[in-house]
């Protein structure tokens, strides 16, 4: 998808003709979130995120907050400059003009970063695996990953990224594998631009990829494959009710994901219209090859940006 941004200037974006994914991405990250759905996705943009006030715990200026309470704090929500960040910038509908897009009379790019966000049961180990061999078939490729299933891995993911973004060969290419805990793009969306806006300079490619899988296929694999092979529909749609909604999440939906990786499902509190949304804001603004289990095609799309073969 491509998406002009007041942040990035128009001379430094990465064009191409025509889509990469499919339109039905949309729907299917939409019917990943709750028991409802394709609707939710034309729904009004009027649901906001609640303040910086709402949004924090319980702890309140003046009162001592732990080292373990700070760290949850920095991961999972907004700093208060990021969040004034990620207001400002232009709110983007899920229309094909908003999405981004190559020029594919330059391609291949001589240089870049493949960003590659890992949502967990969508095949992307399969992808993950293939893009490590593409770093063995390369003398000009490297590879670079940082991930867990525990907190306080995407500070030291970010710090990691942050000089990957820069000092690049003229004709190097840098792979970026971000899974559980390396990176929650709600809260840290603005590093998302500046990411790009390092490679880029540089005038290089940077292209943010992930792959998606059907609502129904992805939970049976996360549910009974990854979790609980005796987990019942009630143990899933329990997880659904308003109670619920912010647990540590064993059922994350790839929505989850997509805002929250494997951190708490809801910490602001948003709607359910607001998630799905925001979802496809961070979609529209930052990713641009987005596949639906269809990984010759990742693969061949790949190849085509970067030259390989």
């Not at 490679?199 to 490619?205: F, K, T």
């Not at 943010?208 to 009630?234: C, E, F, W």
Request: hydrophobic share 35%; net charge neutral; glycine share 4%.
């Amino acid at each position: 998808m491509a998406v002009e941004d007041k942040l990035t200037m128009e001379s430094r974006i990465i064009r191409r003709t025509s889509p990469y994914h499919p339109i039905i991405a949309w729907s299917i990250l939409v019917l990943s979130s709750y028991r409802i759905y394709l609707s939710i996705s034309l729904s009004p943009f009027s649901h906001q995120f609640p303040t910086a006030a709402t949004t924090l715990p319980a702890a309140t200026a003046g009162v001592d907050v732990s080292s373990e309470e700070k760290l949850y704090r920095a991961e999972y929500l907004p700093q208060p400059s990021l969040q004034q960040q990620i207001r400002s910038y232009p709110r983007k509908s899920p229309f094909l003009s908003n999405l981004r897009t190559f020029d594919e009379s330059k391609l291949p790019y001589s240089c870049g970063v493949i960003f590659f966000y890992h949502i967990a049961c969508t095949g992307g180990s399969s992808m993950n695996k293939w893009l490590g061999k593409e770093k063995d078939n390369n003398d000009n490729v490297t590879y670079f990953t940082h991930w867990g299933r525990h907190d306080g891995v995407q500070p030291r993911f970010i710090q990691k990224m942050n000089s990957w973004a820069l000092d690049l060969d003229p004709h190097e290419w840098r792979i970026v594998h971000a899974h559980g805990f390396s990176f929650f793009p709600n809260s840290s969306e603005p590093i998302l631009y500046q990411w790009r806006a390092d490679v880029e300079r540089q005038g290089c490619a940077f292209v943010a990829t992930t792959m998606l899988r059907d609502a129904v296929g992805h939970t049976i694999s996360q549910s009974k494959g990854m979790i609980n092979p005796n987990y019942t529909l009630d143990h899933f749609v329990n997880h659904l009710e308003p109670e619920n909604y912010n647990q540590r999440g064993i059922f994350n939906t790839q929505i989850d994901y997509m805002l929250y990786n494997r951190g708490p499902r809801n910490e602001q509190n948003a709607t359910k219209y607001e998630k799905v949304r925001r979802a496809i804001e961070i979609l529209v603004r930052h990713f641009d090859v987005v596949m639906v289990s269809d990984y010759a095609r990742f693969t061949e799309i790949i190849c085509r940006i970067t030259g390989w073969t």
